[in-house]
């Protein structure tokens, strides 16, 4: 069985940063593509960044480039994204998701089989 906890949110005022964490654990965290996605309440859960499961890859939303930083330790079965210069339009609950994908990281939501619960991120204007 596959879970994933996500840590790391919180309020910040915009243009602020903050460091979302997701820790997997069950199976050989080098054998899955990551993503983490963003929902707003009565949205559509909405791609953020994804990246193979060997690192090589790695995919953004145009909104985020040159902002956010999707990394991952294979060793410590951990996913990060860095956000910088968040925007209130940013706020929402940030999942990371995983499939098992060594070399592709897809983007849409359906792609995925195993999501985290989720960590709040308001971002104050």
């Known amino acids: 069985q596959v879970q994933l906890v996500e840590s790391g949110g919180g309020s910040v005022q915009a243009g602020g940063s903050l460091r979302l964490s997701c820790v997997v654990s069950g199976r050989t965290f080098s054998n899955f593509a990551m993503g983490w996605f963003r929902q707003a309440p009565g949205k559509e859960r909405e791609f953020v960044a994804a990246i193979s499961g060997i690192g090589g890859s790695r995919h953004y939303a145009d909104s985020v480039k040159g902002r956010f930083t999707i990394s991952r330790d294979n060793a410590k079965n951990t996913l990060w994204l860095q956000m910088n210069n968040l925007k209130p339009e940013e706020h929402g609950v940030y999942f990371c998701?995983?499939?098992?994908?060594?070399?592709?990281?897809?983007?849409?939501?359906?792609?995925?089989?195993?999501w985290g619960q989720g960590t709040q991120v308001t971002v104050s204007s």
């Open positions: 998701a995983a499939r098992f994908s060594s070399t592709y990281a897809g983007r849409s939501p359906g792609w995925y089989d195993y």
